[in-house]
């Protein structure tokens, strides 16, 4: 099939043409429901619904919907978005919705409608609590990113996946420009809060951070250790209270471990910093430093679980040959990976925290706060915690040691 935009109207009698669709939503297309929900930058959502059940298709647009016609991007997009989904089904089934039906010509991926799901972006925004999610996010990342990577996975095999994903460039290329460069300089798209004009020219002018935010893209560009999702943030999580699914992995490729781990934390962090400004006169929940040390704890725990539960017989990766002889070896080789892991995850947390402040796509979590002083004060508590994260990584030992910075921030606003 070749391309065109579905709209509203179109998608139901093009979706009654696919029998696997057609099958689950049942009865006639001119009752199913049809809603368009894309509120991410990219793409358009469709959510429809018959009789005997629902899916959600998304579908890919020929250029950025956040910009306009102006910003051109690749509709290979939702090829690899189905490539990534397929893989990471392999792994993590449970956390990734089912495939229904992929048509690459018009770049539409059919899926399992998650409902009664939320973004977990918008549930953190209005306060929501999910008891599971950190668990269940720890899951998603040990598993994808332990099983793809060359603990697991013989070299041969590794490469041809890396060659798999090695076209999906102009995506990497957005996260290239939009997370380790414009945030450091005037780019056009740039906006940031009034209040921050101090802070957003302190940033372009300070050598050692603009230094930290390259030697990151430098491990973005060159460092394939895994099929990463690409752009784990809050808005790639659906929730309910007993279920986490992460979508939208358009963004997918073989790349450092850290990537998806710091997005994550970064945005359950910036979640918890928007507080003061969403609901200024409650206390400070501390839940979401929790959840991001539950996560990491949750995640590092269950990589090692990973490692060590390989069989010394089996056909694995190259870097666990090392130890698989000597148990204490590979105790010491498991801890030197995650320490790394955890010193990557917290530089790309500070680029992601203040792209989302000074570059082009902000967040929710602090665009919904109105008063522009208050939205400010956020702001920039979290990008100078930021800034700590990428420059002097070395105070960060451990996750405990993030949220008392954190903590401390708040407390003295
Ligand atoms: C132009 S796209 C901006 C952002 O939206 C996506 O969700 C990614 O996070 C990307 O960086
Ligand atoms: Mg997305």
């Not at 005997?52 to 939702?78: F, I, M, T």
């Not at 060659?163 to 990497?172: D, P």
């Not at 279920?243 to 918890?272: C, H, Q, R, S």
Request: net charge negative; charged share 20%.
């Amino acid at each position: 099939m070749s391309y065109i935009p579905l709209d509203e109207r179109s998608v139901a009698p093009f979706l009654a043409t696919v029998p696997a669709v057609a099958l689950r939503l049942g009865g006639a297309p001119e009752g199913w429901q049809v809603r368009e929900v894309g509120d991410g930058n990219l793409n358009l959502v469709f959510l429809v619904s018959g009789p005997d059940g629902g899916v959600a298709a998304k579908q890919a647009l020929p250029y950025v919907r956040l910009v306009g016609e102006s910003w051109p991007l690749p509709l290979s997009r939702a090829y690899y978005e189905r490539l990534a989904l397929a893989d990471e089904a392999l792994h993590a089934p449970a956390r990734v919705p089912a495939l229904v039906h992929h048509d690459d010509g018009m770049a539409l991926t059919v899926m399992d409608l998650l409902a009664p799901h939320r973004t977990l972006r918008g549930a953190l925004v209005e306060g929501e609590r999910y008891p599971l999610m950190a668990g269940h996010l720890a899951e998603f990342l040990a598993d994808t990113l332990f099983f793809t990577s060359d603990m697991a996975v013989p070299v041969a095999e590794k490469k041809a996946r890396i060659a798999a994903y090695l076209g999906n460039t102009a995506m990497c290329r957005i996260t290239e420009d939009l997370i380790f460069d414009e945030p450091f300089f005037d780019a056009p798209m740039n906006h940031h809060t009034p209040g921050l004009a101090d802070i957003v020219a302190a940033f372009r002018a300070d050598v050692p951070l603009r230094l930290a935010a390259q030697g990151m893209k430098a491990r973005f560009l060159a460092a394939p250790e895994a099929l990463l999702h690409g752009d784990l943030h809050t808005g790639s999580v659906m929730v309910t209270a007993d279920d986490t699914k992460v979508i939208d992995a358009e963004f997918a490729f073989y790349g450092p471990i850290g990537f998806d781990v710091g997005m994550i934390l970064a945005n359950l962090w910036m979640g918890y910093l928007a507080q003061p400004g969403q609901r200024p006169h409650a206390a400070i929940d501390p839940w979401l430093l929790d959840q991001a040390e539950a996560l990491w704890e949750g995640f590092a725990e269950r990589f090692a679980g990973h490692w060590r539960a390989l069989s010394p017989e089996g056909d694995h990766g190259s870097l666990h040959a090392l130890a698989l002889t000597d148990a204490a070896l590979r105790e010491a080789a498991i801890e030197e990976r995650l320490a790394a892991i955890w010193q990557d995850a917290l530089g790309f947390a500070g680029c992601e925290m203040i792209r989302r402040i000074v570059g082009l796509a902000h967040i929710a979590d602090f665009e919904t706060i109105v008063d522009e002083g208050r939205r400010a004060d956020c702001e920039r508590r979290a990008l100078l915690i930021a800034r700590a994260l990428l420059v002097e990584r070395a105070a960060f030992p451990d996750v405990g040691a993030v949220t008392d910075a954190l903590r401390l921030e708040a407390v003295a606003a």
